[in-house]
């Protein structure tokens, strides 16, 4: 069984070290300065093609099924150059980053060949006209052959060559790969059931998927729900205002800024919006996101005469979290695109969509119980959430309902959710009354009578919804609730931070 990924990671291995030193300054040289090559450094260039050469044979015999002749060229191609690499970065005047780029040319055009999987017996692989056709040969892109040069090309070029992979994008890998880990994976399992609304609004836009990965990753992880101190709220996080102005309204009590569909709409034509302004330069627009396309465009100026975003003068006058921002959605559509580049392994997801009609009233709450964990060790509460973002988690739905799921769920809900004791289970857990009344509640309790009558306030908390309040007020209904409020159904949009007024029956 013929394999690469033994020589990718020597040569990911010679070319990270490089990498870590590539933008030294050759002693005794000028920042910026120019440095003629002596002979040595000429030799081990000289050495660099012969073996980039002798490589790309070791590819052709490998797609010609000569796997063992293959393994010995490809690798002694590989020793070779990283004994260059290694005298290269001894020689003062040696350019190392040439070097760099020799080992990423090469690990691209070996993920990038069929051979790999052909060898496997996959005769389903990506054929080679369409692997030079997406032009990245991540997994994650040949896997997924009907995405197309648009997985990787951004107003004609390859996203690829566009990402620089300095110093601020590589410390945000290194974040990516050890503490965010986690939310990284799980952005990425978010993501894989949303795409079947998210993704087609940025391939009719013309926009790479890596980008809207990265965006995705950095601004919620994939939660839909997820709202920010400062208000942007929904999977892509628009304020308020940005919204309105690209589409996303309230309808019928439902802020649009939570629908995945629209918001990836949203955003891509922000996105095009900007790249038009900026010249297509992608740091400018990911930095004009974050911060404001009117304060990126004072710091940079606009069109082809806009200043690089990591120009001195615009790195370093834009905000902390501006400078980390860029850099980490950079980070996250780099991995998104290389994963077998850094030992990171993107879980397989089953999550073609489907539906259930639901044969008793039941809410999503409800239904997460019920379907326990089957095929998911987090259970479904986030998912159901994402994928019908109108709804109230904690209220009931009728008989008839019609809810978006995994296709996968389909015979789960049948089998444990129709009836049985799991749904009598989720019922009555679902109805527990908590007699705590909320700490604002309490010390009104407290007060005189007067004052209570005049003072009856709850004040939202993070993670509230009104049917939750509803059922710690302990007397009092959603719709009392919402008539005392001014909330329109059926979904009673409230949010974290808000005052509430209880009327007289919660007490």
């Known amino acids: 069984m013929f394999r690469f990924r033994h020589t990718f990671c020597i040569a990911a291995a010679a070319a990270a070290a490089l990498a870590a030193c590539a933008g030294n300054v050759p002693r005794g040289a000028k920042p910026g300065a120019a440095v003629k090559p002596d002979d040595a450094s000429n030799a081990l260039y000289q050495r660099l093609d012969q073996d980039s050469r002798r490589y790309e044979a070791g590819l052709a015999l490998a797609r010609s099924g000569e796997t063992q002749r293959a393994q010995e060229e490809m690798k002694a191609a590989l020793d070779d150059l990283r004994a260059a690499a290694t005298q290269c970065a001894q020689i003062a005047e040696c350019d190392q980053q040439r070097f760099v780029a020799g080992f990423d040319s090469l690990l691209r055009a070996g993920i990038g060949s069929r051979s790999d999987l052909a060898v496997e017996g996959d005769t389903g692989a990506t054929t080679p006209e369409a692997t030079e056709e997406v032009g990245e040969g991540s997994p994650v892109v040949t896997t997924l052959p009907q995405l197309g040069r648009s997985v990787t090309l951004l107003k004609g070029r390859e996203l690829g060559d566009i990402i620089a992979l300095n110093g601020p994008v ?59 101190r400062s208000g942007a709220s929904g999977p892509l996080q628009f304020m308020y205002a940005t919204g309105l102005r690209f589409g996303l309204t309230t309808v019928d009590g439902f802020d649009q800024r939570f629908d995945p569909r629209l918001a990836a709409r949203a955003n891509a034509a922000y996105v095009n919006e900007q790249l038009a302004i900026f010249n297509n330069n992608l740091e400018l627009v990911i930095g004009a996101y974050n911060g404001g396309e009117g304060a990126m465009q004072r ?92 709804l109230d988690p904690q209220q009931q739905e009728p008989a008839g309902a019609r809810l978006v799921v995994p296709q996968r769920l389909e015979k789960v809900y049948e089998r444990d959710c129709a009836s049985g004791r799991w749904p009598q289970l989720a019922a009555e857990l679902h109805e527990a009354i908590v007699p705590v009344p909320p700490p604002v509640a309490l010390a009104q309790s407290r007060a005189p009578a007067k004052a209570r009558a005049k003072d009856r306030t709850y004040v939202v908390r993070k993670g509230d919804t009104l049917a939750a309040i509803a059922r710690r007020s302990g007397n009092c209904g959603i719709r009392e609730i919402a008539a005392a409020n001014g909330l329109r159904g059926p979904h009673y949009p409230i949010k974290p931070g808000q005052s509430l007024k209880l009327p007289a029956c919660a007490r």
Not at 182 to 194: R, V, W
Not at 323 to 346: D, K, S, T
Not at 351 to 380: F, H, M, V, Y
């Open 170 to 228: 590589k410390a945000a890998l290194e974040e990516w790969l050890t503490q965010y880990r986690p939310n990284l994976i799980t952005a990425y399992e978010n993501y894989q059931y949303l795409r079947f609304q998210m993704w087609p609004e940025y391939e009719k836009a013309g926009l790479p998927e890596a980008l809207l990965f990265g965006m995705l990753a950095k601004e919620s992880g994939g939660k839909v729900h997820a709202v920010s």
């Open 299 to 390: 710091r940079a100026g606009r069109g082809e005469n806009a200043a690089a975003f990591w120009s001195p003068e615009v790195y370093g006058s834009v905000s902390q979290e501006t400078r980390e921002y860029v850099p980490m959605v950079l980070a996250a559509a780099w991995l998104f695109m290389h994963p077998e580049r850094y030992n990171l392994e993107f879980p397989k997801i089953a999550a073609k969509p489907g539906s259930i009609t639901l044969e008793r009233p039941a809410s999503i709450a409800e239904l997460t119980i019920c379907l326990g964990q089957d095929g998911n060790a987090d259970g479904w509460f986030r998912t159901l959430r994402n994928l019908n973002p109108q």
